[in-house]
């Protein structure tokens, strides 16, 4: 018996040392999105992360890549909207303008008029109208012709301080707007003031239509979104 604990513990030893002297080759790997199994990174050209140290887990496919830049606001830029086929972007500036650029960043129309900090901008569903909302008070409707020229419709005149938002119903007959004092207020196309919405107790930052245009949210500084 003590024989063959030798001879055991000996084979084992043996093992140990092979197995210790190897040289270890690790192969890397990328593990690819199939099914429901996360994807570590890809970038946009399927190609392979270059530092993979600090490559992103999680089941998003691709990295979001900057295709351009959109330079000419003379201060912040407080929001910026694509239009609805996706062809043009409008952004709202702390200089007072609201400015409508194509994807490849050049500048097609600038929204001139107000007389304060810009601070939301958005399409119509049917991309031929803008919204505009600001700290002077007011919100404003434009139309955007076919040639990209801007024009100033009307303004919505009815809140007490600044404007945060506005937003187009999704038949783009009415406009939603939001504001500092506390109230939503919707409007129609002419400017005409429909409803006051006085549901919050304080600051009302943002405001949106439902899909089927039937409700509206709004969120507020109150700590509530009704």
């Given at each position: 018996m003590r024989y063959r604990s030798l001879i055991r513990n000996g084979f084992i030893a043996l093992l140990a040392f092979i197995f210790a002297t190897l040289p270890v080759t690790i192969v890397p790997f990328t593990i690819q999105q199939v099914?429901?199994?996360?994807?570590?990174?890809?970038?946009?050209?399927?190609?392979?992360?270059?530092?993979?140290?600090?490559a992103v887990t999680g089941s998003f496919v691709d990295y979001y890549a900057e295709e351009t830049q959109l330079k000419g606001h003379e201060g912040s830029v407080n929001g910026?909207?694509?239009?609805?086929d996706g062809k043009l972007i409008v952004t709202a500036g702390s200089d007072s303008t609201a400015r409508v650029w194509n994807l490849s960043g050049k500048l097609v129309a600038i929204l001139q008029g107000h007389s304060a900090n810009v601070r939301n901008a958005s399409f119509s569903k049917d991309g031929q109208y803008i919204a505009t909302a600001s700290s002077d008070g007011t919100a404003r409707i434009w139309h955007l012709s076919?040639?990209?020229e801007a024009q100033y419709l009307v303004s919505l005149q009815g809140h007490q301080g600044d404007v945060?938002?506005?937003s187009f119903?999704?038949?783009?007959?009415?406009?939603?707007?939001?504001?500092?004092?506390?109230?939503?207020r919707l409007w129609d196309i002419s400017g005409k003031q429909l409803r006051e919405i006085k549901a919050h107790s304080s600051n009302v930052y943002s405001v949106n239509f439902s899909f089927d245009g039937k409700k509206i949210v709004t969120s507020s500084a109150d700590k509530t979104a009704r």
């Open positions: 099914g429901a199994v996360p994807t570590i990174a890809q970038t946009p050209n399927n190609q392979e992360p270059s530092d993979k140290e600090n910026a909207d694509f239009s609805p076919g040639n990209l945060n938002s506005a119903s999704p038949d783009g007959t009415k406009i939603v707007t939001a504001g500092a004092d506390g109230t939503a």
